[in-house]
């Protein structure tokens, strides 16, 4: 019964940037990995970056690397994304999503993910 809600998105100028929340509710983050994943209009949705359950392990798309960054304070049941110098190519709806897994995470294959956030919309615009 985990329940997860995205928060931070908005409207920037490229250069600019968000920080993303997904918390939970219903359950500890404890033992979930937490992937962001984004999907923009005519385009399939596309694994950003995933933390594992305990933090150790992350990873980042090719096309982020270098600007965005995850992390997760499981005392507060929330996985940070902060994304920096934000680009009109990172415009979409970013959706967090948990798995049940205790080590390791990845994006690859998003239908494994059992828990997802309603979306929270950014766009990046001048």
């Known amino acids: 019964q985990l329940q997860l809600v995205e928060s931070g998105g908005g409207l920037v100028q490229p250069g600019g940037s968000l920080r993303l929340s997904c918390a939970a509710s219903g359950f500890t983050l404890d033992y979930y990995a937490i992937g962001w994943f984004r999907q923009a209009p005519g385009k399939e949705r596309e694994g950003v970056s995933c933390i594992s359950s305990s933090g150790d392990t992350t990873y980042f798309a090719d096309s982020v690397k270098g600007r965005f960054t995850i992390s997760r304070d499981n005392a507060k049941n929330t996985v940070y994304l902060q994304m920096n110098s934000l680009k009109p190519e990172d415009t979409a709806v970013y959706y967090c999503?948990?798995?049940?897994?205790?080590?390791?995470?990845?994006?690859?294959?998003?239908?494994?993910?059992?828990?997802w956030g309603q979306g929270t919309q950014v766009t990046v615009s001048v």
């Open positions: 999503a948990g798995l049940d897994r205790l080590v390791g995470c990845q994006v690859k294959r998003s239908r494994a993910y059992v828990y």
